[in-house]
Protein backbone atom coordinates (compact mmCIF):
# COMPACT_ATOMS: atom_id res chain seq x y z
CA UNK A 1 0.00 0.00 0.00
CA UNK A 2 0.99 3.34 -1.07
CA UNK A 3 0.96 6.00 1.81
CA UNK A 4 -1.11 9.00 1.03
CA UNK A 5 0.90 12.27 1.91
CA UNK A 6 -0.05 15.92 1.48
CA UNK A 7 2.51 18.53 1.16
CA UNK A 8 1.68 22.24 0.98
CA UNK A 9 5.16 23.58 0.22
CA UNK A 10 6.33 27.22 -0.21
CA UNK A 11 7.18 27.42 -4.04
CA UNK A 12 10.59 28.85 -2.94
CA UNK A 13 11.24 25.66 -0.98
CA UNK A 14 12.63 22.24 -2.19
CA UNK A 15 9.05 21.87 -4.43
CA UNK A 16 11.26 20.62 -7.11
CA UNK A 17 12.83 17.35 -5.49
CA UNK A 18 9.10 16.04 -3.82
CA UNK A 19 8.66 12.83 -5.21
CA UNK A 20 5.47 12.44 -7.69
CA UNK A 21 3.58 9.98 -5.53
CA UNK A 22 3.12 13.12 -2.83
CA UNK A 23 0.25 15.17 -3.65
CA UNK A 24 2.28 18.34 -4.00
CA UNK A 25 0.33 21.82 -3.10
CA UNK A 26 2.57 24.52 -4.24
CA UNK A 27 2.15 28.28 -2.80
CA UNK A 28 3.85 31.60 -2.49
CA UNK A 29 4.84 30.95 0.93
CA UNK A 30 4.70 28.55 3.94
CA UNK A 31 2.98 30.97 6.04
CA UNK A 32 -0.40 30.65 3.75
CA UNK A 33 -0.82 27.19 4.90
CA UNK A 34 -3.66 27.39 7.21
CA UNK A 35 -4.79 25.14 10.39
CA UNK A 36 -7.97 24.02 8.15
CA UNK A 37 -6.08 23.28 5.11
CA UNK A 38 -4.00 20.59 7.46
CA UNK A 39 -7.42 19.47 9.16
CA UNK A 40 -9.22 18.77 5.03
CA UNK A 41 -6.24 16.91 3.68
CA UNK A 42 -6.68 14.78 6.81
CA UNK A 43 -10.60 14.85 6.15
CA UNK A 44 -9.79 13.63 2.55
CA UNK A 45 -7.75 10.77 3.51
CA UNK A 46 -4.48 11.99 3.50
CA UNK A 47 -1.80 9.51 6.39
CA UNK A 48 0.12 12.38 6.79
CA UNK A 49 0.17 16.16 5.84
CA UNK A 50 4.00 17.28 5.91
CA UNK A 51 4.62 21.21 5.61
CA UNK A 52 7.42 22.57 3.87
CA UNK A 53 9.05 26.01 4.88
CA UNK A 54 12.23 27.72 3.24
CA UNK A 55 14.90 27.57 5.79
CA UNK A 56 14.45 30.01 9.21
CA UNK A 57 16.06 33.31 8.56
CA UNK A 58 15.36 32.67 4.58
CA UNK A 59 11.58 33.07 3.84
CA UNK A 60 10.98 35.74 1.47
CA UNK A 61 8.09 37.06 3.50
CA UNK A 62 10.08 37.20 7.06
CA UNK A 63 7.50 35.07 8.94
CA UNK A 64 6.38 33.10 6.57
CA UNK A 65 8.14 30.03 8.11
CA UNK A 66 7.50 31.26 12.12
CA UNK A 67 3.62 31.08 11.24
CA UNK A 68 3.69 28.41 9.13
CA UNK A 69 5.41 26.09 12.45
CA UNK A 70 2.69 27.33 14.56
CA UNK A 71 -0.12 26.85 12.43
CA UNK A 72 1.26 22.94 12.24
CA UNK A 73 1.38 23.07 15.80
CA UNK A 74 -2.29 24.40 16.35
CA UNK A 75 -3.21 21.72 13.78
CA UNK A 76 -1.13 18.67 15.77
CA UNK A 77 -3.55 19.89 18.79
CA UNK A 78 -6.42 19.67 17.23
CA UNK A 79 -5.81 16.43 15.75
CA UNK A 80 -4.70 14.64 18.53
CA UNK A 81 -7.68 16.13 20.87
CA UNK A 82 -10.49 14.50 17.73
CA UNK A 83 -8.64 11.26 18.11
CA UNK A 84 -7.01 11.72 14.66
CA UNK A 85 -3.46 11.60 15.69
CA UNK A 86 -0.39 13.62 15.23
CA UNK A 87 -0.03 13.34 11.42
CA UNK A 88 1.43 16.51 10.19
CA UNK A 89 4.83 17.87 10.32
CA UNK A 90 6.95 21.01 9.53
CA UNK A 91 10.21 21.09 7.86
CA UNK A 92 12.75 23.44 6.83
CA UNK A 93 13.92 22.67 3.19
CA UNK A 94 16.00 24.56 0.59
CA UNK A 95 16.20 23.83 -3.08
CA UNK A 96 19.72 22.43 -3.20
CA UNK A 97 18.96 19.98 -0.47
CA UNK A 98 18.16 16.53 -2.66
CA UNK A 99 19.75 14.53 0.14
CA UNK A 100 17.35 15.77 2.92
CA UNK A 101 14.22 15.80 0.93
CA UNK A 102 15.38 12.41 0.40
CA UNK A 103 15.28 11.79 5.23
CA UNK A 104 12.26 14.05 5.58
CA UNK A 105 9.90 11.47 3.58
CA UNK A 106 11.69 8.63 5.57
CA UNK A 107 10.59 10.80 8.41
CA UNK A 108 6.92 11.13 7.19
CA UNK A 109 7.03 7.59 6.41
CA UNK A 110 8.18 6.49 9.71
CA UNK A 111 5.04 8.83 11.42
CA UNK A 112 2.87 6.97 9.75
CA UNK A 113 3.95 4.10 10.72
CA UNK A 114 3.72 5.54 14.53
CA UNK A 115 0.30 6.90 14.01
CA UNK A 116 -1.23 4.46 11.95
CA UNK A 117 -2.83 4.70 8.54
CA UNK A 118 -5.75 7.29 8.01
CA UNK A 119 -9.10 5.37 8.31
CA UNK A 120 -10.47 7.89 6.28
CA UNK A 121 -8.25 7.20 3.43
CA UNK A 122 -10.34 3.44 2.74
CA UNK A 123 -13.35 5.19 2.16
CA UNK A 124 -12.00 7.65 -0.21
CA UNK B 1 -11.09 43.46 25.38
CA UNK B 2 -12.74 40.42 26.83
CA UNK B 3 -10.26 37.47 27.58
CA UNK B 4 -11.02 33.82 26.62
CA UNK B 5 -9.46 30.62 25.34
CA UNK B 6 -11.51 27.35 23.45
CA UNK B 7 -12.47 24.91 25.62
CA UNK B 8 -10.91 21.69 24.98
CA UNK B 9 -12.23 19.35 21.80
CA UNK B 10 -13.44 16.70 23.72
CA UNK B 11 -16.01 18.93 25.73
CA UNK B 12 -17.23 20.30 22.52
CA UNK B 13 -17.54 17.19 20.63
CA UNK B 14 -19.33 15.46 24.04
CA UNK B 15 -21.87 19.15 24.09
CA UNK B 16 -22.76 18.30 20.15
CA UNK B 17 -22.95 14.84 20.02
CA UNK B 18 -27.05 14.61 20.40
CA UNK B 19 -27.03 17.02 17.21
CA UNK B 20 -26.99 16.77 13.64
CA UNK B 21 -27.31 20.66 12.26
CA UNK B 22 -24.75 23.02 13.57
CA UNK B 23 -24.00 26.68 13.64
CA UNK B 24 -20.56 27.71 14.58
CA UNK B 25 -20.28 31.50 14.79
CA UNK B 26 -17.26 33.66 15.60
CA UNK B 27 -17.30 37.32 16.84
CA UNK B 28 -14.63 39.67 15.02
CA UNK B 29 -14.28 41.75 18.48
CA UNK B 30 -12.07 40.90 21.53
CA UNK B 31 -12.17 37.21 20.67
CA UNK B 32 -10.56 37.59 17.40
CA UNK B 33 -7.81 39.41 18.97
CA UNK B 34 -7.15 36.95 21.72
CA UNK B 35 -7.05 34.02 18.58
CA UNK B 36 -9.91 32.30 20.33
CA UNK B 37 -13.35 32.68 18.61
CA UNK B 38 -12.11 35.48 14.93
CA UNK B 39 -12.81 33.93 11.93
CA UNK B 40 -9.21 32.07 11.75
CA UNK B 41 -10.69 29.97 14.87
CA UNK B 42 -13.97 28.81 13.70
CA UNK B 43 -12.69 28.15 10.76
CA UNK B 44 -10.28 25.49 12.25
CA UNK B 45 -12.75 24.27 14.52
CA UNK B 46 -15.67 23.73 11.84
CA UNK B 47 -13.03 21.62 9.74
CA UNK B 48 -11.62 19.50 12.89
CA UNK B 49 -15.58 19.22 14.06
CA UNK B 50 -16.05 18.20 10.19
CA UNK B 51 -13.35 15.59 10.86
CA UNK B 52 -14.13 14.52 14.34
CA UNK B 53 -17.69 13.28 12.46
CA UNK B 54 -16.35 11.78 9.58
CA UNK B 55 -13.81 9.59 11.72
CA UNK B 56 -16.85 8.80 14.21
CA UNK B 57 -19.88 8.58 11.78
CA UNK B 58 -21.49 11.13 13.58
CA UNK B 59 -23.15 12.99 10.63
CA UNK B 60 -22.49 16.03 11.57
CA UNK B 61 -23.69 19.02 9.36
CA UNK B 62 -21.64 22.53 10.08
CA UNK B 63 -21.90 25.50 8.94
CA UNK B 64 -19.61 28.37 10.29
CA UNK B 65 -19.79 32.04 9.82
CA UNK B 66 -18.73 35.01 12.01
CA UNK B 67 -20.20 37.96 12.87
CA UNK B 68 -18.92 41.43 13.94
CA UNK B 69 -20.03 41.35 17.26
CA UNK B 70 -22.35 38.47 19.06
CA UNK B 71 -22.97 40.77 22.10
CA UNK B 72 -24.85 43.70 20.16
CA UNK B 73 -28.40 42.67 18.53
CA UNK B 74 -28.12 44.23 15.63
CA UNK B 75 -25.45 42.01 14.64
CA UNK B 76 -27.04 39.19 16.00
CA UNK B 77 -29.62 39.65 13.48
CA UNK B 78 -27.44 38.54 10.90
CA UNK B 79 -27.36 35.13 12.07
CA UNK B 80 -30.85 34.74 11.53
CA UNK B 81 -30.82 33.39 7.89
CA UNK B 82 -28.04 30.95 8.71
CA UNK B 83 -29.76 29.92 12.11
CA UNK B 84 -33.17 28.26 9.68
CA UNK B 85 -33.17 24.44 10.22
CA UNK B 86 -30.00 24.62 13.12
CA UNK B 87 -30.97 22.51 16.04
CA UNK B 88 -27.18 23.47 17.83
CA UNK B 89 -25.36 26.81 17.72
CA UNK B 90 -21.57 26.81 18.80
CA UNK B 91 -20.80 30.15 19.76
CA UNK B 92 -16.99 31.45 19.42
CA UNK B 93 -17.51 34.14 21.27
CA UNK B 94 -17.91 35.06 24.98
CA UNK B 95 -20.36 34.66 27.15
CA UNK B 96 -21.99 38.01 26.56
CA UNK B 97 -22.12 36.83 23.00
CA UNK B 98 -23.70 33.82 23.54
CA UNK B 99 -26.22 34.91 25.85
CA UNK B 100 -27.12 37.32 23.28
CA UNK B 101 -27.81 35.04 20.81
CA UNK B 102 -29.59 33.14 23.04
CA UNK B 103 -32.03 36.22 23.55
CA UNK B 104 -32.66 36.15 20.03
CA UNK B 105 -33.22 32.96 18.97
CA UNK B 106 -34.36 30.97 22.51
CA UNK B 107 -35.67 28.12 20.34
CA UNK B 108 -32.31 26.44 19.54
CA UNK B 109 -29.83 25.38 21.57
CA UNK B 110 -27.18 27.41 22.79
CA UNK B 111 -23.43 25.60 23.23
CA UNK B 112 -20.50 28.00 24.40
CA UNK B 113 -17.20 27.21 22.49
CA UNK B 114 -14.94 28.91 24.69
CA UNK B 115 -14.40 29.73 28.47
CA UNK B 116 -14.54 33.14 29.12
CA UNK B 117 -11.64 34.26 31.40
CA UNK B 118 -10.77 37.95 32.18
CA UNK B 119 -10.58 41.27 31.22
CA UNK B 120 -7.20 41.93 29.78
CA UNK B 121 -5.19 43.14 27.38
CA UNK B 122 -2.46 40.97 25.00
CA UNK B 123 1.32 41.02 26.74
CA UNK B 124 3.22 39.58 24.02
CA UNK B 125 2.02 37.61 20.97
CA UNK B 126 0.21 34.78 22.54
CA UNK B 127 0.13 35.65 25.79
CA UNK B 128 -3.06 37.81 27.18
CA UNK B 129 -2.69 39.38 30.99
CA UNK B 130 -5.58 40.02 33.60
CA UNK B 131 -5.98 44.15 33.90
CA UNK B 132 -9.36 44.80 35.11
CA UNK B 133 -11.51 43.08 37.67
CA UNK B 134 -14.51 44.69 37.24
CA UNK B 135 -15.59 45.90 40.42
CA UNK B 136 -17.12 48.76 39.59
CA UNK B 137 -15.59 51.49 41.99
CA UNK B 138 -11.81 52.11 40.53
CA UNK B 139 -9.63 53.07 42.91
CA UNK B 140 -6.50 53.08 39.74
CA UNK B 141 -6.31 56.69 40.80
CA UNK B 142 -4.67 55.85 44.56
CA UNK B 143 -2.30 53.10 43.08
CA UNK B 144 -0.03 54.38 40.62
CA UNK B 145 -2.17 52.86 37.49
CA UNK B 146 -2.12 49.47 38.87
CA UNK B 147 -5.15 47.57 39.82
CA UNK B 148 -4.86 46.00 42.95
CA UNK B 149 -8.11 43.85 42.52
CA UNK B 150 -7.56 42.37 38.95
CA UNK B 151 -3.33 42.12 39.99
CA UNK B 152 -3.28 40.98 43.44
CA UNK B 153 -4.17 37.07 44.37
CA UNK B 154 -5.45 38.71 47.61
CA UNK B 155 -7.47 41.86 46.46
CA UNK B 156 -4.79 43.75 48.97
CA UNK B 157 -5.96 47.44 49.51
CA UNK B 158 -3.41 48.40 51.30
CA UNK B 159 -0.20 47.39 50.86
CA UNK B 160 1.31 43.57 50.08
CA UNK B 161 1.30 40.67 52.25
CA UNK B 162 3.42 38.36 53.80
CA UNK B 163 4.01 36.34 50.52
CA UNK B 164 5.40 39.14 48.77
CA UNK B 165 9.10 38.33 47.97
CA UNK B 166 11.54 39.61 45.79
CA UNK B 167 8.81 41.46 44.27
CA UNK B 168 7.12 38.46 43.15
CA UNK B 169 4.05 36.98 44.58
CA UNK B 170 3.42 33.54 46.52
CA UNK B 171 1.25 31.76 44.51
CA UNK B 172 4.41 31.66 41.29
CA UNK B 173 7.82 33.18 40.48
CA UNK B 174 6.54 34.67 37.53
CA UNK B 175 3.28 36.69 39.29
CA UNK B 176 4.83 40.34 40.04
CA UNK B 177 3.31 41.36 43.17
CA UNK B 178 1.17 44.59 42.56
CA UNK B 179 2.18 46.41 45.56
CA UNK B 180 5.46 46.00 44.30
CA UNK B 181 4.61 47.48 40.99
CA UNK B 182 2.55 50.09 42.59
CA UNK B 183 5.07 51.24 44.66
CA UNK B 184 7.61 51.45 42.22
CA UNK B 185 5.10 53.32 39.90
CA UNK B 186 3.93 55.87 42.90
CA UNK B 187 7.58 56.14 43.08
CA UNK B 188 8.20 57.27 39.94
CA UNK B 189 5.53 59.86 39.68
CA UNK B 190 6.65 60.99 43.34
CA UNK B 191 3.86 60.14 44.94
CA UNK B 192 5.01 57.74 47.81
CA UNK B 193 2.38 60.01 49.74
CA UNK B 194 -0.62 58.37 48.80
CA UNK B 195 0.60 54.89 50.54
CA UNK B 196 0.17 57.21 53.64
CA UNK B 197 -3.31 57.32 53.60
CA UNK B 198 -5.76 54.84 54.08
CA UNK B 199 -7.88 53.32 51.23
CA UNK B 200 -11.13 52.64 53.24
CA UNK B 201 -12.67 49.05 52.79
CA UNK B 202 -14.26 48.67 49.57
CA UNK B 203 -17.87 48.88 48.95
CA UNK B 204 -18.32 45.60 46.91
CA UNK B 205 -22.23 46.22 46.07
CA UNK B 206 -21.34 47.84 42.54
CA UNK B 207 -19.09 44.55 41.94
CA UNK B 208 -20.57 40.52 41.50
CA UNK B 209 -21.71 40.80 45.03
CA UNK B 210 -24.67 42.66 44.28
CA UNK B 211 -25.82 40.91 41.33
CA UNK B 212 -26.06 41.03 37.72
CA UNK B 213 -25.15 44.74 37.69
CA UNK B 214 -27.23 47.05 34.95
CA UNK B 215 -25.60 50.81 33.58
CA UNK B 216 -27.86 52.93 32.79
CA UNK B 217 -27.40 56.59 31.45
CA UNK B 218 -30.21 58.83 31.63
CA UNK B 219 -29.16 60.92 28.76
CA UNK B 220 -29.01 57.98 25.99
CA UNK B 221 -32.50 56.42 27.50
CA UNK B 222 -34.86 56.42 24.63
CA UNK B 223 -38.33 57.77 25.66
CA UNK B 224 -41.28 55.67 24.52
CA UNK B 225 -42.10 58.56 21.83
CA UNK B 226 -38.79 57.97 20.74
CA UNK B 227 -38.50 54.29 21.00
CA UNK B 228 -42.13 54.20 18.57
CA UNK B 229 -40.28 56.76 16.05
CA UNK B 230 -37.02 54.50 15.71
CA UNK B 231 -39.54 51.30 15.17
Redesign the interface.
Given at each position: LVHRVVCFACENSAVHLIPEEVCLITLPCSGRV???HV??A??EGADAVLVLGCLEGNCRYHIGTIEARRRVS??RE??V????GDRVMFRNLAPNHPARVKRVMEEVNKLIDTVGRN??GAKK | MIVAERKPMEEICAMLSPHSKILVAGCRSCVAICLAGGEREVASLSEALRLYSDLNSMGWDIVETTVERQCEAEWVDELAPMMEGRDAFLSMACGVGAQKVRERFPDVMIYPGLNTSNMGAPAEQGKWDERCGGCGDCVLHLTGGICPIARCAKGMLNGPCGGSQEGRCEISPETPCAWQEIYDSLKRLGRLDLLEATIDPKDWRPSRSGGPRRIVKESAVLSEEEMEWKR
Open positions: EVRLRVREALLQIGAPL | -
